[in-house]
C-alpha cells in the first residue's frame, strides 16, 4: 500500500460489499478462544495488525493456532486457536501491542491473575495513553504493575501476576476496554467480582463470555463474573465492523441519490448509534436487517439526502466514539450546525481526536470550534483538497479520505499505512469507490488458502 491517498471528488456511489471483521470482537475471539477447553474456529477475524498482535500475544501465552485462510498481504481471516483450558504460560519476550489500546488493557486484565510476570509494550502512540484506569483495579484485587513508561501512567506495562482478590469496581470512565480488564481479571479471581459503569457501553465481552459458556450477570449498569469458570470451545463467525462500514455510510448519506448496501455487519444495540445519527441528519435508511447469534449481524441499505446539522446527545457518546472523526465529517457536509460534546475520551485515542479532526478539518476549510470536550461545526461551507496528516491515527487517516471524497480539488492524505490496524483493504474499497461505477466483485479482497 503507498503512504499517501490521493482524492478527488465524486458524484456518485452505488455499491453493495461487506467490510472486514469487528476489531472489538476479533480481539475478544484471540482471547478467549485460546483461554477455552479446546479448539475454536474463528471465521471473518480481522486480519490487522492490531488484532494479530493479540492473536500472537496468546501465542506466546501458549495458545497456538493454524490459518485457515488469510487476506493476501496482511493475517488470518479463518483460523483455528487451540485453547489452553485457562492455563497459560509465560511468554519468553516482552508482548508487542502495536497500537491498540484494546489488545494492551484486555490482555493486563488476563495477565493480572496470571503465575508469573509479563511486560507489554506497544508503540510511541500506545505509550502515550492512560494506563492507570487499568492498573488501578487490577492493583485492587491484588496485582503489581509497574508502568515504565517515560510518560507517569503509561506502558510499558510489567504485570507482576497474582492470586486476585474479587473487587465491586465503579468504573470513573464509560470505558468497555477497562469494564473487559476487570471482568478478564475477575475469572481468575476467587469469588464474584462486579463492575458498574457510568453509562452503557459496548457489550462484546459480555456476549462473547455467553457465547464462550461462561456465566455472568447483569443488573443495570453491572455487570458481574464468578471466577474460575473456564470458557467452553466454541467456533465463531466475527460479524463486519459497523466502525469500519460507517467511512462509507457517510460518504453515501452525503450524496443524494446514492445507495449503499453494507452487508452482513454487526448490528450490535451498543455500536449503532452511528446509524440513529445519520437518519437524524437527513439519510434514508432503508433497510436494517439483521439476525442474532449471540451478536447481532445484518445488511444495511443507506440513501443519500442534503444533511442537516444535529446534536449528538451524551449516552450516545461512548456507542458511536470511533465514529465522531468520521461523523464531523458529515456534519461539514451538512446544512446547519453539529454539536459534539462530552466527548472528552477523544482526547486520548491513538492521537487527541479533537485537535486533529478540528485542524484537518479547518484546512479543507469547515468552520469548527474546539472545546475541551467536542466542537461545534457550522456545516455547509465548500471543502477545499489539502495535505492532511493522519497524524498515525487510523480513523483521522480514513475519515479524511471520505472527506477528500467531497473537496474541490485533490485531497493528499499522509502517513495512511495506519489504516492497517483496523480496516485492511481500505485503499482497495476507496478505489472502487472512487471510480463511481463499480461491480460487486471488485470490492472482494484478495484471500489465500494455508
Ligand atoms: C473498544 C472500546 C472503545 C473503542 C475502541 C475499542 C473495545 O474504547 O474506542 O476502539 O474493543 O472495547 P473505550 O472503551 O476505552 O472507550
Redesign the pocket.
Known amino acids: 500500500m503507498s503512504s499517501e491517498f490521493r482524492v478527488k471528488a465524486i458524484t456518485r456511489l452505488h455499491a453493495e460489499f461487506s467490510v472486514p471483521g469487528d476489531?472489538?470482537m476479533s480481539?475478544?475471539a484471540a482471547i478467549l478462544g485460546g483461554l477455552s477447553n479446546g479448539s475454536c474456529t474463528i471465521r471473518n477475524f480481522l486480519p490487522s495488525e492490531d488484532c494479530v498482535n493479540t492473536l500472537n500475544a496468546m501465542k506466546s501465552l501458549g495458545a497456538n493456532y493454524e490459518v485457515l485462510e488469510a487476506l493476501e498481504g496482511y493475517g488470518p481471516v479463518d483460523l483455528v486457536i487451540h485453547g489452553q483450558s485457562g492455563k497459560l504460560s509465560a511468554p519468553a519476550a516482552p508482548i508487542d501491542c502495536g497500537n491498540s489500546?484494546?489488545g494492551m488493557?484486555?490482555l493486563a486484565g488476563l495477565l493480572a491473575g496470571q503465575p508469573f510476570t509479563t511486560e507489554l509494550f506497544g508503540d510511541a502512540s500506545l505509550s502515550g495513553r492512560p494506563m492507570g484506569?487499568i492498573t488501578v483495579p487490577l492493583g485492587q484485587m491484588g496485582a503489581n504493575i509497574e508502568t515504565k513508561g517515560e510518560k507517569p501512567g503509561c506502558a510499558p506495562l510489567l504485570i507482576h501476576g497474582a492470586k486476585l482478590t474479587p473487587i465491586d469496581y465503579d468504573m470513573p470512565?464509560?470505558?468497555?476496554?477497562?469494564?473487559?480488564a476487570v471482568l478478564l481479571a475477575g475469572l481468575f479471581a476467587d469469588g464474584t467480582t462486579s463492575v458498574t459503569q457510568p453509562a452503557e457501553?459496548?457489550d462484546?465481552?459480555e456476549r462473547m463470555l455467553t457465547s464462550f459458556r461462561v456465566s455472568t450477570k447483569h443488573e443495570g449498569n453491572t455487570i458481574s463474573i464468578y471466577g474460575g469458570q473456564v470458557p467452553e470451545a466454541t467456533d465463531f463467525i466475527v460479524p463486519g465492523d459497523i466502525?469500519s462500514a460507517a467511512f462509507w455510510l457517510v460518504a453515501a448519506a452525503a450524496i443524494p441519490g446514492s445507495r449503499l448496501v453494507i452487508k452482513n455487519v454487526g448490528l450490535n444495540p451498543t455500536r449503532t448509534a452511528i446509524l440513529k445519527v445519520l437518519s437524524r441528519m437527513g439519510a434514508h435508511m432503508i433497510d436494517v436487517l439483521h439476525e442474532t447469534h449471540g451478536e447481532p449481524i445484518g445488511n444495511v441499505e443507506i440513501h443519500g439526502a442534503e444533511l442537516h446539522g444535529t446534536t449528538i446527545f451524551p449516552e450516545e457518546v461512548?456507542n458511536l466514539?470511533?465514529e465522531i472523526p468520521v461523523i464531523a465529517v458529515a456534519a461539514a457536509l451538512a446544512e446547519g450546525r453539529t454539536i459534539i460534546r462530552n466527548a472528552k475520551?477523544l482526547r486520548v485515542?491513538e492521537t487527541d481526536r479533537i485537535t486533529t479532526v478540528v485542524d484537518n478539518l479547518r484546512a479543507m476549510g469547515a468552520n469548527v470550534t474546539e472545546f475541551e470536550d467536542g466542537m461545534e461545526i457550522e456545516g455547509g461551507a465548500p471543502l477545499h483538497g489539502a495535505t492532511i496528516d493522519s497524524f498515525g491515527d487510523h480513523r483521522i487517516a480514513m475519515a479524511f479520505a471520505i472527506a477528500g471524497l467531497f473537496a474541490s480539488g485533490e485531497t493528499v492524505i499522509r502517513n495512511v499505512e495506519c489504516v492497517n490496524t483496523s480496516y485492511p483493504g481500505f485503499a482497495h474499497h476507496l478505489d472502487a469507490i472512487r471510480r463511481e461505477k463499480s461491480a460487486p466483485e471488485d470490492f472482494n479482497l484478495p484471500t489465500v488458502s494455508k
Open positions: 476489531k472489538s480481539h475478544r489500546g484494546t488493557r484486555l484506569r470512565v464509560a470505558s468497555a476496554q477497562v469494564k473487559s457501553t459496548r462484546h465481552t466502525s461512548p466514539i470511533d475520551e485515542k
